[in-house]
């Protein structure tokens, strides 16, 4: 009853940010990503009669409280499904992503950490309702399953039942690179989810966002796949700015951007008035990821990595679905 699977992290060029059920994980609106072969974690799932408890350990330590508390939540839902309430799981993550900085670790974490469970379960499920399952860990952790450029299709249903990833094209469609520029490792002040939820209920600037969204879908969509590099990079920067624009009217407002995430955003857009066509997006935390075509990689790594306040530039390409270990 044993099994490991390694999922990486995605990157969203239209966001999904808030929720319309919290205990379900149902988001508001549409969400698309590319899956970043740069970020991953590896999770070995183990289930044993004899423990009383979940046991879980990241990076090599044993972990307690709300992390664990996490895990432990999600695990139930996988046991509920599976009808092996009191069975109980050593899990075993190595996350090869800076933890809570922005960089989605929890999107690759409860992908690798659901697959890896239902594997040790046994559980003959189809990759569809492996996504399914993944949201209720964490909302952005569905669009994990797949490789490539993934819709996050939001569903109607009360019950959650339509609400999961689809892949739409495969990481070999075209070759896309984000460099992730780290700036900070620190652990952020506002999570993802408690930040979502602050502006669903507070933010006069909501609804207008929602509302915003059809239209960036459908055209970004086909701007992928015609491989209009300039429309996809614009689309999802213009999208990345209303997200980050709602979360100012909030109420407290609050922003996840540092002064070096501007200086960042700025340099973005001086490389592009020099002829380098490069794009920015922001998730829930202060750093920038970079879009950019390989031919333009030396310089743009060169450009970021000079940037004032910048640690570590850190280079993805189009990555993979869920593999199995
Ligand atoms: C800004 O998936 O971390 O990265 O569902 O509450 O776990 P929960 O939230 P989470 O939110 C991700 C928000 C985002 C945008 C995105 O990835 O689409």
Redesign the pocket.
């Known amino acids: 009853m044993k099994a490991t699977a390694k999922a990486h992290t ?3 060029l ?4 808030g ?1 319309r059920d919290e205990s379900l ?1 149902l ?1 508001m609106n549409n ?1 698309l ?1 590319l899956t970043l072969d740069g970020f991953y974690t590896t999770t070995t799932v183990t289930f044993k009669e004899k423990l009383s408890e979940d046991i879980f350990y990241l990076n090599d330590h044993l972990i307690t409280g709300e992390q664990y508390n996490r895990v432990t939540k999600f695990l139930d839902i996988i046991r509920s499904y599976a009808q092996r309430s009191n069975l109980y799981a050593e899990v075993s993550s190595i996350n090869h992503v800076p933890t809570a900085a ?1 960089f ?1 670790s ?2 690759s974490g ?1 992908a690798a950490l659901a697959a890896a469970a239902t594997r040790a379960l046994n559980m003959q499920i189809s990759e569809q309702e492996l996504s399914k399952i993944t ?1 209720r ?5 569905c ?1 994990s399953i797949y490789g490539g450029f993934v819709e ?1 299709e939001q569903g109607m249903k009360d019950d959650g039942s339509d609400s999961y990833a689809v892949q739409l094209v495969s990481n070999d469609h075209w070759d896309v690179r984000v460099a992730a520029v780290v700036l900070s490792a620190t652990e952020k002040k506002v ?3 408690e ?2 939820k602050r502006t669903v209920d507070t933010s006069p600037f909501y609804t207008s966002w929602v509302n915003s969204i059809p239209n960036d879908l459908t055209q970004i969509k086909q701007a992928i796949q015609d491989r209009d590099f300039e429309k996809v990079g614009q689309i999802a920067e213009a999208n990345c700015l209303k ?1 980050h624009a709602t979360t100012l009217g909030a109420n407290p407002p609050f922003t996840y951007w540092h002064d070096t995430t501007m200086s960042v955003m700025q340099e973005v857009r001086a490389m592009r008035d020099r002829g380098v066509p490069a794009f920015f997006t922001i ?2 935390g202060p750093n920038v990821k970079v879009l950019y075509l390989p031919e333009h990689e030396t310089t743009v790594q060169k450009t970021l990595r000079e940037i004032h306040g910048v640690n570590d530039v850190i280079v993805s390409r189009s990555g993979q679905g869920i593999t199995y270990l």
Do not use: E
């Open positions: 995605n990157i969203a239209i966001k999904y940010w929720k994980i988001p969400s990503s922005g989605a929890s999107a409860f949201r860990g964490s909302g952005s952790a669009r996050w999570s993802s989810r930040g979502m997200m998730d829930a």
